[in-house]
């Protein structure tokens, strides 16, 4: 997979975009098992990479202009705590990890706490998400709305095939796997200096915080720009078909 080719004029676009993140890294991803036996989810490689799933995080992080993450850490803290401190990162890196489990957005406000510019914007991203886009035009489309919290929204393609019916009742086709008809959270957000203190300090942000700033207006929804590649790393299904689409991207 390809950096998006934007990147770079969007640099000139978009020069107050945020320059610090968090990455919440602290999932145990049984589902993923046998593979986070040893390792926490973000440590999962992608097949054909050589590289894990934060690592491809970091890198696409870095070439957006951020210089400073944090990352949250919970399941086998300590695998994770020795690669990010073995490997070449391309931006500084600070780990924390929860004593006590705090839930979504208690983590993510404890996580906050660790930025090194607490007035400034951030990005957040979960720990299982493999994607591509400008995070700069996310930056510029959440400034625009005058935005708390901004949250990327995919069309991720229904597992399943569907059956398209008349109003009669006549099977018309069969669509195998089609694009899902409604958005879903891709897990990737920009949050202004005052999003943090919006949080609960015990619980899910996204059954208290989101749902009061939809109800105000304050939180919006950035539509990942077509062609944009983005995947949730949950299963290891998700991981075939992660590499069966980075090969068919490279070609014969």
């Known amino acids: 997979m390809t950096d998006d080719p934007r990147s770079a ?95 979504r957005g208690g983590g993510l406000k404890y996580a906050a706490r660790h930025l090194p510019d607490p007035e400034g914007a951030w990005y957040a991203t979960n720990g299982d998400v493999w994607t591509r886009f400008s995070l700069r035009e996310m930056a510029a489309f959440h400034d625009e709305r005058g935005a708390v919290a901004t949250l990327a929204l995919a069309r991720p393609r229904i597992p399943w095939g569907v059956v398209e019916t008349n109003e009669f009742g006549h099977v018309l086709d069969f669509i195998e796997a089609p694009l899902s008809p409604y958005p879903v959270n891709a897990g990737v957000y920009v949050f202004g200096p005052e999003f943090a203190a919006l949080l609960p300090d015990l619980g899910d942000h996204e059954r208290t915080t989101f749902p009061r700033l939809a109800r105000e207006r304050r939180l ?9 590649y983005w995947r949730a790393i949950d299963t290891a299904k998700d991981l075939t078909e992660a590499a069966r689409e980075l090969a068919a991207q490279k070609g014969p």
């Open 9 to 103: 004029s969007s640099a000139a676009a978009f020069p107050a975009a945020p320059t610090q993140a968090v990455v919440l890294a602290g999932g145990q991803g049984s589902r993923l098992r046998p593979y986070t036996d040893d390792r926490p989810k973000p440590m999962v490689e992608i097949p054909g990479t050589g590289l894990p799933i934060i690592g491809h995080q970091l890198a696409w992080l870095a070439a957006e202009g951020v210089t400073d993450a944090v990352v949250s850490c919970g399941h086998l803290a300590g695998v994770l705590q020795e690669w990010l401190a073995e490997a070449p990162l391309p931006l500084r890196v600070t780990t924390v990890v929860e004593e006590e489990p705090l839930g």
């Open 220 to 228: 919006a929804g950035f539509p990942l720009p077509q062609g944009a």
